[in-house]
């Protein structure tokens, strides 16, 4: 059954699309139409459940395919459908099928691999140009770690020490601009250990006296490295707007573990 909704959605979908577009003059009439005639050949077609299911999965796997697969054949696609549902004798055996999805699919594999490594490569390059023009910007300064910052707002209250629990706002972009995470924007801050976050934030927190806002730039080895997270590329170098709000004070047992 499954497999009869797969085939009868696949080619009822290409079916509809082969049909639009070879009578153009249909075509141009049917978009002068009102949209609740144009609704009526959807009617028509789709009479039944099994109908709306099987055009259903015609448009899931259409739409994967135009997402991951656009240049497939559709006509060859189609046929294979055809060939496989009606039992007739197949273009390929089922090892020769195999072998082709395979070697295709680690073609893919090796395509987005070395695109990927391009992205990482093109940011790592975009990042040291960037902190080596930054560092001679007025004001910023450079720890030997590699992370930068400029004083935005200089606190007077106390720094924190690594063991510390803190209340920060902050908004972090990428290089570019975009932004990928906002305290502000979601309208409250956010408090955490400072063994809890990056290596960036940890180091530069405890520099800062409560009450200052720094903007502060980390390099991708003390942001999230070469993975990717959210929507943060892989490789990313960061910077932040941070302001230092508050220190958690310490229960009386932690003072005494310390």
């Given at each position: 059954m499954k497999r009869l909704f797969l085939a009868s959605g696949l080619v009822l979908g290409f079916g509809l699309v082969g049909c639009q577009?070879?009578?153009?003059?249909?075509?141009?009439?049917?978009?002068a139409k009102p949209a609740v005639e144009a609704a009526a050949p959807a009617a028509e077609l789709l009479k039944t459940d099994l109908d709306k299911v099987s055009?259903?999965?015609?448009?899931?796997?259409?739409?994967?395919?135009?997402?991951n697969l656009s240049e497939a054949d559709m006509t060859l696609l189609v046929k294979g459908l055809q060939d496989s549902f009606s039992g007739k004798e197949l273009l390929l055996s089922q090892e020769d099928a195999?072998?082709?999805m395979f070697a295709f699919q680690q073609k893919k594999m090796e395509e987005e691999r070395a695109k990927q490594e391009q992205e990482l490569s093109s940011r790592?390059?975009?990042?040291?140009?960037?902190?080596?023009e930054n560092g001679k910007t007025e004001g910023v300064i450079t720890l030997d770690s590699g992370v930068q910052y400029k004083i935005l707002t200089e606190g007077k209250g106390a720094k924190?020490?690594?063991?510390?629990?803190?209340?920060?706002?902050?908004e972090g972009t990428l290089l570019n601009g975009d932004v990928f995470d906002s305290s502000y924007e979601r309208g409250e801050p956010v408090s955490f250990p400072l063994q809890g976050v990056i290596k960036g934030w940890t180091e530069v927190l405890q520099l800062m006296p409560v009450g200052s806002t720094w903007e502060v730039y980390i390099p991708a080895e003390l942001g999230y490295g070469n993975r990717p997270a959210g929507k943060i590329p892989a490789g990313s170098a960061l910077k932040f707007k941070i302001e230092l709000?508050?220190?958690?004070?310490?229960k009386a047992e932690d003072k005494k573990a310390g």
């Open positions: 577009s070879g009578d153009d003059k249909t075509a141009e009439a049917e978009a055009y259903s999965i015609g448009m899931n796997i259409g739409d994967n395919l135009r997402k195999q072998n082709a790592t390059t975009d990042a040291t140009t960037f902190f080596t924190p020490q690594l063991a510390d629990t803190v209340t920060t706002h902050y709000i508050s220190i958690a004070e310490q």
